[in-house]
């Protein structure tokens, strides 16, 4: 494996000062066990924060720093004002309840930004130092989701990938943020950027196109001179490990305890930071209404609900403490009785075997977060369960509810229904819950964390060596590219229609050549030296009509039909069109939706034109037309290329290198081979030409083309000083 560099907020350790001394050691979660053995495996360094130090002297702070050299781990230092400006005002004030789709908890007093800029810079700068020639880089989460573009800007050719570990919200959502903008470029100085779920990736993908109007192709998307790819890597547990710890001797026994001190009384757990996304009230709510609607479960049932300290300094979530107080003892007050208290509540961490002998031990286990990116918990309980029983609970708001399908699904804020459902829980008859469990464990065990990071690390390794030869062109003066073409014999010209040799018309009749233009182009074709070649997205019909008669070749719809001087049209093989019937709809739908707009269908292809619409209204239902299709279309052999006003949809292959196999090629070959074109559809010619070919992008943009010229008419300019250059008629 190549060498890795690791960035995280929080580097993988736990620092506390005993009798004067530093002591380091490993932190628990899905993260650091997840990135522990790719680290270990790998030459490079992990860098994170190490925690607020600033008590420590300077003796110890170095005594700390040699400690995590040894270990590979670089710490990155912050003040107390960084802390409290980047991590709780803007990271946990702002990003994460936005993100979790609880705007009304962003404070109006938002503040951090500046902060959050400036230590994402400082990331990007430590990494820029420690990185050499080859290594991967792998960034984690929310905190550092500018330092992608920020160290691409230091490292250009550095293979960068950056993982979420919560959800992307909807882009409707997300479009609240004020700084959405420098959000998703930062992101998408990555080469890979992955999610847990996929529905966490359309959000991303949808966001793009909304905000910074960038296209995407169901797994990837261009951005500068780069392709971005996107995946999908649910993260997962140490399950092997959990469940090796569940089988201890002492785990069992403390399991045998703590079902022996309640006898014939059904347990209930939940294990969560003590967080508002959790909904922890909601589920208390639940519990209530349980034990109101049905007497028979009181003394019987018994919820131990541990909710580990979160994030106290931040004022959100001192509300939250006092209402999950308040319900627990409303609940104990009114439902108690001599032998039982309904929910036993712990406000602190438990260690892992604790923590694995409550999961044993549990009859249900409740996991209903009201939006969560992954929830791990949920696959520990499933991993802890070696004895194949138990029954899980399972919001399905939390990213694990899209693996773990044969847990009971529930709506965290329909209360009546949880209710329905944790009775249902408590009542599964035993041959269900183990053969549900089976499923669940297959899965989990499947599906771990070191297949996680793993997969993560082999697609991020792909992803880096894909590299888009596309950049914005140099402008060339029509009179200098003919000097090129001046000792050129012969002559290969292959010449996009609209917005190239003509301007973009908003209706088809609009395009017809006007005279000017048939006579340049029967001057040319009439050159012996000269072979003329209009490769169109045009339909055989119209190119016949308008250009059929002049000593040209003629290829329509991208290439797919040719048509040679005084020929007939032939189509280039067969191409499946069966899948026009099920997409057709949904180009409609999107036409009577949008007044201007309309459905054209070709040969091989159905296209969207909405050159007559609203300029900024049809731009915005062209980026949701993309996006609803790259989800239509899953794995067939179909894209979406979108052009000048119009979104195009094609099977894989389809496009302007298929005139290749069409052009004479004389014996002693061309002396120089021109291409010209206007949009992306002229981008598939250009990758297919040598290396020699001249290639011509009309407008500016990125492009494959190695120059460019301003428009149509300087298109015409250019071929004009060809004709001249050659000697036209020689």
Not at 53 to 71: G, I, M, N, T, Y
Not at 144 to 151: C, F, G, I
Not at 336 to 341: A, G, N, P, Y
Request: aromatic letters at 8%; hydrophobic letters at 45%; one cysteine or more.
């Amino acid at each position: 494996m190549d060498r890795l560099i690791l960035v995280s907020n929080r580097l993988p350790v736990s620092i506390k000062v005993n009798e004067g001394r530093v002591v380091v050691s490993p932190s628990a979660g899905g993260v650091a066990t997840g990135l522990r053995g790719p680290h270990e495996r790998s030459t490079g360094v992990w860098i994170g924060w190490p925690g607020d130090v600033s008590q420590l002297s300077s003796r110890q702070k170095f005594s700390l720093e040699r400690e995590l050299a040894a270990r590979r781990l670089v710490p990155l230092f912050q003040t107390r004002e960084d802390t409290t400006q980047f991590y709780d005002g803007f990271s946990n004030g702002v990003i994460w309840p936005l993100f979790h789709y609880r705007l009304d908890r962003i404070p109006l007093d938002a503040i951090g930004w500046q902060a959050y800029k400036h230590v994402n810079q400082r990331y990007a700068d430590l990494i820029a130092r420690h990185y050499r020639p080859g290594d991967l880089v792998w960034i984690h989460d929310y905190q550092l989701m500018l330092v992608p573009e920020m160290l691409r800007a230091r490292l250009p050719d550095a293979r960068i990938g950056f993982f979420l570990h919560i959800p992307f919200p909807a882009a409707d959502i997300f479009r609240t943020l004020p700084w959405r903008d420098e959000i998703l470029q930062g992101l998408l100085g990555a080469d890979l950027i992955g999610f847990h779920a996929f529905p966490y990736l359309s959000h991303f993908s949808r966001a793009v196109l909304w905000i910074l109007g960038i296209e995407h192709e169901v797994d990837r998307m261009r951005y500068k001179n780069r392709q971005v790819r996107l995946g999908v890597f649910p993260m997962g547990v140490d399950a092997a490990a959990i469940a090796t710890m569940a089988e201890r001797p002492e785990v069992v026994t403390e399991v045998d305890s703590i079902r022996g001190q309640y006898p014939g009384c059904r347990m209930l757990l939940g294990v969560d930071r003590l967080d508002y996304t959790k909904g922890l009230s909601r589920r208390l709510v639940a519990v209530e209404r349980l034990l109101r609607k049905d007497a028979t479960l009181r003394g019987h049932i018994r919820l131990l609900q541990i909710a580990v300290p979160s994030r106290v300094e931040v004022k959100a979530y001192a509300g939250v403490t006092r209402e999950v107080d308040r319900l627990v003892g409303q609940i104990n007050g009114a439902y108690s009785t001599l032998q039982v208290q309904p929910v036993h509540y712990l406000y602190r961490s438990v260690d892992p075997a604790q923590l694995a002998a409550f999961y044993r031990a549990t009859d249900v286990m409740l996991v209903t977060p009201l939006r969560d990116g992954m929830n791990l918990v949920a696959k520990e309980f499933v991993a802890a369960r070696t004895d194949e029983d138990g029954v899980l609970v399972l919001s399905e708001f939390a990213g694990a509810a899209a693996e773990l399908g044969e847990a009971l699904l529930v709506n965290p804020y329909d209360i009546d229904r949880t209710v329905q459902v944790m009775a249902r829980a408590l009542e599964m008859p035993i041959e269900e819950r183990r053969a549900r469990m089976r499923a669940l464990r297959t899965r989990v065990f499947e599906g771990d964390v070191h297949r996680w990071a793993r997969s993560f690390l082999s697609a991020l390794e792909a992803a880096g060596a894909e590299r888009l030869p596309y950049a914005p062109a140099p402008q060339a003066s029509p009179a200098a590219l003919a000097d090129r073409l001046r000792e050129a014999r012969p002559l290969l010209l292959l010449l996009d229609y609209d917005g190239t040799l003509v301007p973009l018309a908003s209706t088809p009749e609009a395009a017809a050549p006007d005279r000017d233009l048939l006579d340049l182009l029967t001057a040319l074709g009439n050159d012996r030296g000269v072979h003329v070649h209009i490769v169109s997205g045009r339909d055989p019909v119209s190119l016949e009509r308008w250009l059929g008669w002049l000593p040209v070749r003629l290829h329509a719809e991208h290439g797919f039909w040719f048509h040679d001087i005084d020929g007939v049209w032939t189509p280039h093989s067969d191409v499946p069109t069966e899948w026009k019937a099920r997409l057709r709809p949904i180009l409609e739908e999107f036409a009577r939706r949008t007044p201007g707009a309309w459905v054209e269908e070709k040969s091989v292809s159905l296209v969207w034109h909405y050159r007559l619409a609203d300029r900024e209204f049809g731009s915005l239902q062209s980026r949701e037309l993309r996006a609803h299709l790259a989800h239509s279309l899953n794995a067939a052999p179909l894209e979406v290329v979108a052009g000048h006003q119009v979104v195009e949809v094609r099977p894989v292959g389809v496009n302007k290198s298929l005139v290749l196999s069409h052009v004479e090629t004389p014996e002693d070959g061309f002396g120089l081979v021109v291409a010209i074109g206007d949009d992306l559809t002229d981008e598939d010619l250009f990758a297919a030409l040598p290396e020699d070919a001249v290639t011509v992008r009309v407008g500016t943009g990125s492009t494959r083309a190695g120059v460019h010229v301003a428009d149509y008419a300087a298109v015409r300019r250019l071929l004009q000083y060809s004709l001249e250059a050659v000697g036209h008629g020689r």
